[in-house]
């Protein structure tokens, strides 16, 4: 039999690896939890919330159409599909981050991270404001041919389109950057339109004209892009 005092040493030396043991699975554990919990949730697109399980952290990146804010602080921010066939309403709660409506514009480009919902007629994500993020300006995301397909999304709304400055008889158009499609051009009294011919950036408002039952664009600048 070995002597109490060796007996002892090896017990302390047993009790000693099994907390060593215990502290790496905790130290283990811990990273792995962290590493979850800093996961980024998948990027989706406007239409591919619909399919979507209620609950879920997604991204979702689309064309901004409508905003809102309340009293309290709230902002909702309804986006639609780059394609213009699906919509989500963002409900972001407000946070210390700068209000959506000093960095976001119509048309802009942005991406939403927040949880999935849906009520009775649409889908929602709930987030808050600082899990917004710009990812394009909406005179690099709107096109004549996207607002001809899609003009009742952004009836009455005032944003910043390119399109080629083109006349035709008295009138003016629009044309998409193909060239095959275009909107009306109307101008204020004064405005310039030196740029005939050119690639041009317009503030523009998207109005119907309901004697003719067309679309227009009521300019209210234009330049010449870079």
Known sequence: ?????????CVDAQSHRTRIACLLLVVTLSSA?????????????????????????????GVV????SYDSGTEVVTMVDRCGGAEVRAICSPTRAPA??????????IRVEGGVAR???????FASRDKVSLLCHSEFVLSVEFLCD?????????????????????????????????????LPNGLSTGLMGETVL???TLLV??????????AWSLHATP
Request: with cysteine; glycine share 6%; hydrophobic share 40%.
């Open 119 to 125: 009520d009775a007629s649409s889908t929602i994500v």
């Open 209 to 218: 004209d309901l004697q003719s039952m067309t679309i227009f664009l009521q």
């Open 150 to 186: 899609h003009w009742r999304l952004f009836e009455f709304d005032r944003f910043n389109v390119t399109g080629g400055l083109e006349r035709s008889g008295d009138s003016l158009f629009l044309r998409s950057l193909s060239n095959d499609r275009g909107i009306s051009l109307r």
């Open 100 to 109: 959506l409506c000093t960095l976001l514009s119509i048309g802009d480009l």
């Open 1 to 9: 039999m070995n002597p109490p005092s060796i007996q002892s040493s």
């Open 65 to 68: 159409t409508a905003h809102h």
């Open 33 to 61: 939890l962290l590493a979850a919990s800093a996961a980024v949730p998948p990027t989706v697109e406007v239409k591919d919330c619909l399919a979507v399980e209620e609950g879920t952290p997604v991204r979702v990146v």
């Open 202 to 204: 317009v503030d523009c």
